[in-house]
């Protein structure tokens, strides 16, 4: 008789058992936070991040996470057994280190502490309250699979040697992490809008990429510094727009590959110049998709457009 040699294929997601490893204030609206764990040596792969995307599972108590089965391979499924109430809540979040030392692996994740009336959420109470030792749950792609295989990160640029990235302070960290993985030779222009100036952070970018912080003043709404600072930039005359005028609470997610509606977009073989990455608040970004793509004439090939949240709409997951 012939043995069985049938395998069987890992699923590509991990659920992960991680700890808080350390936590750093490293400015007034952003908590940085180190993960680690003997669970994290099979999550990831470890060079080029960019803007690679990570589940973390907050549980209802600081000192304990949620009962999810980890024996099976279907980790969505048992965390929908769990009962509401004791299960957490689960939101998605850009890996700003993947570190990897014969001590083991290390996540490093920027919060941004929205902590205002309005914006408070599970994620930001959690990170404000953090402490050294405290579990959590941390869902991503198996070590070994590559973006392509995973599809949790975005930015694709292909040949095009000059970029344009535009973003509030939740695309911040994932902007830094493209930023420092990026070729040396990359030239081109970030935006990164911010609460207040002392949030400005350091970043390690290649000389040619320019990088301008935009902090809000009090009492400005998400994406009054970033709007006209980018048409501006691309010679467009609409300095002055109102995002209120966005009333959908969809998540724009547009990207070369897919739709909106997650439909695959044809392939464009023309080599592109420029390559734009634009993300945060969906409103925000939804005005910035109308003017590059309708008034300026941007080839939709060339753009990844990314919804992270919607000011006054709860996120999940």
Known sequence: MSA?????????????????????????????????????????????????????????????????????????????????????????????????TDAGTEIVIDFVLHLSPGLTGPASRWAADARVGQPIFIVGPRRGMSAREHGGAEFAPGEARSVLLAGDETAAPAIARILEDAPRDLRGTAFIEVPEPADVLEIAAPAGVE?????????????????????????????????????????????????????????????????????GESGVVTTLRRHLVKDIGVDRAQVAFMGYWRHGVAMRG
């Open 4 to 100: 069985d040699t049938t395998t069987k294929t890992r699923p590509t997601y991990l659920l992960a058992l991680a700890e808080v490893r350390a936590v750093e204030r490293v400015s007034p609206n952003f908590v940085r936070i180190t993960f680690g764990g003997d669970d994290l040596d099979e999550l990831g792969t470890p060079g080029d991040t960019f803007d690679s995307r990570i589940k973390l599972i907050f549980p209802p108590r600081p000192d304990a996470v949620p009962p999810i089965d980890r024996d099976g391979d279907d980790w969505w499924g048992s965390y929908l057994a769990v009962p509401e109430t004791e299960r957490g809540s689960m939101r998605t979040y850009s890996v700003r280190e993947l570190t990897v």
């Open 211 to 279: 990088i301008t912080w935009l902090p809000r003043t009090d009492g400005d709404a998400h994406g009054s510094a970033l709007i006209p600072a980018v048409l501006s930039h691309l010679g467009d005359a609409h300095t002055h727009v109102d995002v209120r005028d966005v009333d959908t609470e969809d998540l724009l997610w547009e990207t070369p590959a897919y739709s909106s509606l997650g439909e695959q977009i044809a392939a464009t073989h023309a080599p592109a110049d420029r390559y734009f990455w634009i993300a």
